[in-house]
């Protein structure tokens, strides 16, 4: 069982930047891809980014692409999530994940995820 505890997030004006971190309390923390999802309200939950077991490996959705970094620390069981030049469109839950099988855009491929922070964006 990996449990995920994120942390980050608020409020921030457009063109401003947050950071969002997630941290795992897996032994084997690099056996895991991770991912960042977002679900804004009466939308579905939307895939952010993803990141390889070793970090070696990232994924952007388009939206966030150039504006968005993933990261990971192994030696801290942390991921990451930067966001910059912030949009009103960005505000969302953000939810981080955690699977052993592969790096994947699909949520339900994730088998462990983080309670979920929000992060609102002002004109």
């Known amino acids: 069982q990996v449990q995920l505890v994120q942390s980050g997030g608020g409020l921030a004006q457009a063109g401003g930047s947050l950071r969002l971190s997630c941290a795992a309390s897996a032994r084997t923390f690099s056996s895991y891809a991770m991912g960042w999802f977002r679900q804004a309200p009466g939308k579905e939950r939307e895939f952010v980014a993803a990141i390889s077991m070793s970090g070696i490996n990232t994924y952007y959705a388009n939206s966030v692409k150039a504006r968005f970094t993933i990261s990971r620390d192994n030696a801290k069981n942390t991921v990451y999530l930067q966001m910059n030049s912030l949009k009103p469109e960005d505000t969302a839950v953000y939810y981080c994940?955690?699977?052993?099988?592969?790096?994947?855009?699909?949520?339900?491929?994730?088998?462990?995820w983080g309670q979920g922070t929000q992060v609102t964006v002002s004109s």
């Open positions: 994940a955690a699977n052993r099988q592969r790096t994947t855009m699909l949520p339900n491929e994730y088998n462990y």
